[in-house]
């Protein structure tokens, strides 16, 4: 699975945007899709994360209320809604495909998309 994100870009803050994530390749379904995002100077950390069917979702404390993952299989294409944008949601955001773990529901990874930069003014 080959993974493209976009949908990046400049937003004041209590703004919008929507990242964008591609697939290619078969079996787009069978993939959790989560997403990730790593600040200058930290951490990679994770955000949220869609089951292959789109039925159950997990997010991080920090976005709850503020961002909504989602998928749509027929487009090989998931989905971050991000509103209330805040200076401190400024990263480089990631898509990834892999699976959720079943005890802590986080995901785990198996492709990584490249980057897409997201920038929030105050």
């Known amino acids: 699975v080959q993974l493209q994100a976009s949908g990046g870009g400049l937003v004041q803050a209590g703004g919008s945007l929507r990242l964008s994530c591609a697939a290619s390749?078969?079996?787009?379904?069978?993939?959790?899709i989560s997403w990730f995002r790593q600040a200058p100077g930290k951490e990679r950390e994770f955000v949220a994360v869609?089951?292959?069917?789109?039925?159950?979702?997990y997010y991080a404390d920090f976005v709850k209320g503020r961002f909504t993952i989602s998928r749509d299989n027929a487009k090989n294409t998931a989905y971050l809604q991000m509103n209330s944008l805040k200076p401190e949601d400024t990263a480089v955001y990631y898509c990834?495909?892999?699976?959720?773990?079943?005890?802590?529901?986080?995901?785990?990874?198996?492709?990584w998309g490249q980057g897409t930069q997201v920038t929030v003014s105050s």
């Open positions: 390749g078969r079996a787009f379904s069978a993939y959790a």
């Open positions: 990834a495909a892999g699976g959720i773990a079943t005890v802590t529901h986080l995901p785990y990874t198996d492709y």
């Open positions: 869609i089951s292959g069917s789109g039925g159950t979702t």
